[in-house]
């Protein structure tokens, strides 16, 4: 049987059924209230309608069909609870979509951005004595390479960028944080 969680989700995957339950002390489901979340990003808007779970929480329920729709990426959040009459905010938050990767092709690629800049510019670096052109103009537009100095620089950005992204998955995992432990002892 699978463990429904008790608020609403930090990430989900694409494509796959989502469930969650809500307490909210003071709007309770016998009472006539009903819980509602809306999700936002740059793609639209997802609006999950809540229903009684019949023990005093607020059951939601996203169907796989629905959350296939949905996009990659961060989204943005508000639940409310309504009467029909009034209507109260109860939390906000963000949340992740996944892909499916069931849904790919088997070409996709699944690094992040980060990963994917770190990765062009070690090979940049790698490659740096490639003998192409470092700059150059047609029609009006123009063409720079990098140099090796500021291609470091760069690669100091999104490797900080993709080992906090790598930290974040660690501790989402229960791996813990492999991040730095600082203590101070006292007499």
Known sequence: MINIPT??????IAG????????????????????????????????????DNGDGTHLAEIDPTDSADWSAGEYEWQSYVTDGTAIYLVAVGTMTVVTNYAD??????????AKKNLDAINTALINRNDPT?????????????????ELLEERK??????NREQRKKDIANGNGNAGRLRARFVK
């Not at 608020?7 to 989900?12: K, L, N, T, V």
């Not at 790919?104 to 690094?111: F, G, L, P, V």
């Not at 052109?133 to 100095?149: C, V």
Request: charged share 20%; aromatic share 14%; proline share 3%.
């Open 133 to 149: 052109i470092a700059t150059y103009s047609l029609a009006g537009r123009s063409l720079s390479r990098f140099t090796s100095t």
């Open 16 to 51: 796959t059924s989502v469930k969650w339950t809500k307490y909210i002390a003071d709007y309770l489901p016998a009472d006539g209230w009903t819980y509602s979340i809306v999700l936002v990003n740059a793609d639209g808007k997802c609006t999950v309608t809540g229903s």
């Open 104 to 113: 790919q092709s088997s070409n996709y690629d699944a690094r992040s951005v």
């Open 7 to 12: 608020s609403e989700p930090a990430e989900i």
């Open 157 to 162: 950005v999104w490797r900080a960028e993709y």
